[in-house]
């Protein structure tokens, strides 16, 4: 899919996928306008895509991403969180090859959860690497880890840019027992001082 503006019917999944057995779809060059409807939309949902200069904004979750997904190059912004919305750019709650490079992802708002959640909290999770993004707001800004069910895997977290925005931190990272998250280069977008995540 290239060069196209999405806006779902309704309340469903502006773009759904299967979340296991799909390889090598791409949306490139695109716009999802969620419509700021309540309640929210998801984005993209599934596994076996890649993303790369999209623009996806008013939606709740912008991705929610299984396994083998990749998200470049893109903008994600003006999310939607009404009551009971647990709202995050980019949601992963298992699977595994995750790749988020390269985007800016705003979770500005009062009621917004996250710019990028990745915990393994329904599944294992493995091969996660969020590089060179600017992030900003949520409660935390960079979720991570699990809940203690289910293993965190290798997770890294590098080379970010963090704006303001957000109400506790910039992170909140939970290896699972015996993992270590990885975390190196971020800095503070304002003033670009480095980042403890």
């Known amino acids: 899919m290239e060069d196209c503006l999405i806006r779902p019917r309704g309340n469903a999944v502006a773009v759904s996928l299967p979340y296991t057995g799909v390889s090598g779809v791409e949306l490139v060059h695109v716009e ?36 083998n997904v990749v998200v470049q ?33 705003d979770a500005l708002g009062p009621a917004t959860n996250s710019a990028i959640l ?30 203690g069910r289910f293993d965190s895997g290798s997770i890294i977290i590098s080379g970010n840019r963090f704006g303001s925005g957000y109400r506790y931190g910039p992170c909140s990272l939970r290896p699972a027992r015996g993992r270590t998250i990885q975390s190196s280069g971020n800095v503070d977008d304002a003033t670009g001082a480095p980042l403890r995540c």
């Open 118 to 147: 990745t915990g393994a909290d329904l599944g294992p999770l493995d091969q996660v690497i969020i590089e060179h993004n600017l992030l900003r707001g949520g409660n935390y800004t960079v979720y991570a880890g699990t809940g």
């Open 73 to 105: 190059n893109s903008w994600i912004h003006d999310l939607v969180a009404w009551d009971g919305d647990h709202t995050d750019g980019i949601q992963s709650s298992g699977g595994r090859s995750l790749r988020i490079v390269n985007n800016t992802i």
């Open 32 to 67: 999802i306008d969620g419509g700021r409807q309540n309640p929210s939309v998801v984005g993209i949902a599934g596994s076996g895509f890649v993303v790369d200069a999209a623009d996806i904004h008013g939606t709740g979750d912008a991705i929610d991403a299984s396994s």
